[in-house]
């Protein structure tokens, strides 16, 4: 693939919707997609390993569905704190960068212009997931490791209500923009709008429901306790 680089001045083309957005210096990515999505899944499924190993040596006794959220958060911290920060550190290079990183987000830009213009709206919340979400995803793991189950499920709850934010805001800025203001920032293509814009972030509207969920049973169970043993007492 070209790499020359791409002046908004020079009229060289991009692959970006809408068709006249500003990509400054955009060079195409160098390495076939398979093998930066091999990559990528190769260092997440690296970080989650190291994380699982970890968390099962500190505490051999965690039962397999602490496992599967703690291999959770592992995906929200790797991704958070690295892959994010990638963003939020280098927006302004990644279209004329051939880091691993940058040819991601220039394959997700596909699908989603605004992470390759610098667009304050992503760049701004991209900074506090990279500096609030992405350590508390950390805290969690450690919290589960632990046994510290109260603590655990205020970070859990908090983290995910951030995360189910975070979505809403996601679709809900692009939705208001397309229907409102008639700009897409997506490439028609089914995979781009589907695959990656939609299907990409799903994860983060589905699980953190369900952890929401789990956690809410678990403080309800503990202050029935609470209560129970309050009534206990007073009986005697």
């Known amino acids: 693939m070209s790499s020359t680089p791409y002046s908004p001045l020079d009229g060289i083309s991009h692959p970006y919707y809408p ?62 704190l690295f892959f994010e920060g990638y963003f939020v550190l280098n927006h302004k290079t990644i279209p004329s960068s051939q880091y691993l990183f940058a040819q991601l987000w220039k394959e997700y830009g596909l699908s989603d212009s605004r992470y390759l213009t610098a667009d304050p709206f992503m760049v701004w919340i991209e900074t506090l997931t990279v500096l609030i979400w992405g350590p508390l995803s950390l805290l969690t793991i450690y919290l589960i490791t632990t046994n510290q189950h109260a603590l655990r499920h205020i970070t859990q709850v908090v983290v995910c209500i951030g995360h189910l934010y975070g979505v809403a805001l996601y679709y809900g800025t692009c939705h208001y923009i397309e229907k409102y203001r008639g700009l897409q920032y997506s490439r028609p293509e089914w995979v781009y709008y589907w695959g990656y814009y939609a299907g990409m972030n799903a994860p983060w509207a589905v699980v953190p429901v369900l952890l929401l969920w789990g956690s809410v049973k678990e403080i309800k169970r503990a202050f029935r306790a609470v209560q129970e043993d309050d009534i206990a007492k007073k009986g005697l």
């Open 19 to 80: 068709p006249d957005a500003t990509v400054p210096f955009y060079t195409a990515n160098t390495t076939p997609l398979l093998t930066i999505l091999l990559s990528f899944a190769g260092l997440i499924s690296l970080f989650v390993l190291i994380c699982l190993t970890l968390a099962r040596y500190a505490n051999p006794k965690l039962q397999q569905s602490d496992l599967a959220v703690i291999a959770w958060f592992a995906v929200c911290g790797f991704l958070h």
